[in-house]
T-cell receptor
Framework: NAGVMQNPRHLVRRRGQEARLRCSPM?????VYWYRQLPEEGLKFMVY????????ESGMPKERFSAEFPKEGPSILRIQQVVRGDSAAYFC??????????FGQGTRLTVV | QKEVEQNSGPLSVPEGAIASLNCTYS??????FFWYRQYSGKSPELIMS????GDKEDGRFTAQLNKASQYVSLLIRDSQPSDSATYLC????????????FGEGTQLTVNP
């Protein structure tokens, strides 16, 4: 049973470009969460999605960031017009009906 | 006041000792509690979950929950150098389907 799959593992973008991060949840998991971890800081919640629905986006910056979890395919976290401050590790987690969440390996985004 | 607070550490213990990690939370309505282990440069790994007052043991790990004191702890018995990592306390307001709020983590070093 494959775990939570994230790709790419490392992503380098120039300032002003777009970054797309993908997450495929564990089989049987219908809840997807995105978290961001800045260097030497804790994990900060960004968004919680179920298939075709955004349940809680209270942690998402109001501009440039968006997320989706379509009926088919992975969940996507999209960052438009990236800035240096977006450089961080972005983690996706998934859970079944219960509260236990399992994390993917993360995408390390570097903005140059 | 932070929603979830942990001793920032670092905590250093000798091999074979008991490591004690502590966490307090501010929302009295919180329902579920988790400990994650994160090695440097890696993703968080779920090691313990606890939902009701008392102790829960799993191998060398024991989680303790006291909802009246809004306190959760993790004990690691017979600590090994491989336990050296950052330990993250996470709290969920519901028993299922909502976001985790993380503490900043406690860095543990186990000295051979």
């Amino acid at each position: 049973n494959a775990g939570v799959m994230q790709n790419p593992r490392h992503l380098v973008r120039r300032r002003g470009q777009e970054a797309r991060l993908r997450c495929s949840p564990m089989k049987g998991h219908s809840h997807v969460y995105w978290y961001r971890q800045l260097p030497e800081e804790g994990l900060k919640f960004m968004v919680y999605l179920q298939k075709e629905n955004i349940i809680d986006e209270s942690g998402m910056p109001k501009e440039r960031f968006s997320a989706e979890f379509p009926k088919e395919g992975p969940s996507i976290l999209r960052i438009q017009q990236v800035v240096r401050g977006d450089s961080a590790a972005y983690f996706c987690a998934s859970s079944p009906q219960g509260a236990e969440a399992f994390f993917g390996q993360g995408t390390r985004l570097t903005v140059v | 006041q932070k929603e979830v607070e942990q001793n920032s550490g670092p905590l250093s213990v000798p091999e074979g000792a008991i490591a004690s990690l502590n966490c307090t939370y501010s929302d009295r309505g919180s329902q579920s509690f988790f400990w994650y282990r994160q090695y440097s440069g890696k993703s968080p790994e779920l090691i313990m979950s606890i939902y009701s007052n008392g102790d829960k043991e799993d191998g060398r790990f024991t989680a303790q929950l006291n909802k009246a004191s809004q306190y959760v702890s993790l004990l690691i018995r017979d600590s090994q150098p491989s336990d050296s990592a950052t330990y993250l306390c996470a709290v969920n307001k519901e028993t299922s389907g909502s976001r985790l709020t993380f503490g900043e983590g406690t860095q543990l070093t186990v000295n051979p």
